[in-house]
């Protein structure tokens, strides 16, 4: 295929590369913030517990009704003005208009996730059970140890399918941090495609890469599933 140019298409791809550890510290740190988050309104949805049940469920709403890429927007333009705000109100001298976008895509990316984690523990919870807390209660079990020695090692092989799903939409997701300059794979790629108008090759260099991202953390969720199911037998 003549009109690839092959060269450029292999250099860019270890630059595509080096994107990589945005992404994937982008995805790490934005499932580390989401993940309590998400279990705690998803318990909240569960009990129906007043005010944080209608937030969780006005918040999920936002979430699903809203393109990713308008929310980086939104919230990129939102969270600077906030904080002027705040710093100016406490006479904080702080260059707000310097700050690393990898900040703002941590917030950004956990409060899109955080969402997305809520109906994922929803659905894995209500798998198990209720019995089962009524029994753990019978032996002496606290609701919280309940919850840690019963109640999740069986949600979590049911919500791992789901969890998969959630962490490679994530980590697809992070592609459109270049809206933000962020430093990831798909910003490294363009702009070495810019000089020469090789978009052709940079695309490629970027599918590939996160082709291959994606392929390693479902074979890592599978093997992590398998491990997890025995607790699923334990139970039968």
């Known amino acids: 295929m003549g009109f690839i140019d092959w060269q450029f298409l292999i250099n860019t791809f270890f630059i595509a590369l080096s994107g990589v550890p945005v992404a994937l510290l982008v995805t790490i740190i934005s499932l ?5 988050f998400g279990f705690l309104l998803a318990l909240s949805r569960i009990y129906e517990i007043p005010v944080l049940n209608s937030f969780a469920k006005l918040y999920i709403s936002f979430v699903r009704g809203t393109p990713i890429i308008i929310q980086i927007f939104v919230l990129y333009a939102t969270i600077p003005l906030l904080l002027n705000g705040l710093f100016e109100k406490y006479q904080i001298d702080y260059p707000i208009y310097e700050i690393n976008p990898l900040w703002y895509a941590f917030i950004i990316f956990s409060f899109n996730t955080t969402a997305v984690l809520i109906e994922v523990f929803r659905s894995a919870l209500q798998t198990v059970s209720k019995g089962q807390i009524e029994a753990a209660h019978s032996v002496g079990l606290t609701t919280t140890q309940a919850y840690r020695r019963i109640i999740i090692p069986q949600a979590l092989v049911a919500a791992m399918p789901n969890l998969c799903t959630a ?16 430093q990831e794979i798909t910003l490294k790629a363009k702009v070495e495609a810019n000089f020469g108008y090789n978009y052709l090759e940079a695309y490629l260099d970027i599918f590939i890469v996160y082709l291959l991202i994606c392929i390693a953390v ?6 992590y599933e398998k491990r997890l199911s025995r607790y699923k037998s334990a139970f039968i």
């Not at 580390?32 to 309590?36: C, F, K, R």
């Not at 479902?218 to 093997?223: D, I, N, T, V």
């Open 32 to 36: 580390i913030v989401a993940v309590p």
């Open 218 to 223: 479902e074979y890592l969720f599978k093997w």
């Open 167 to 182: 962490t490679i939409n994530l980590i697809k997701a992070t592609s459109l941090g270049y809206a933000i300059s962020l």
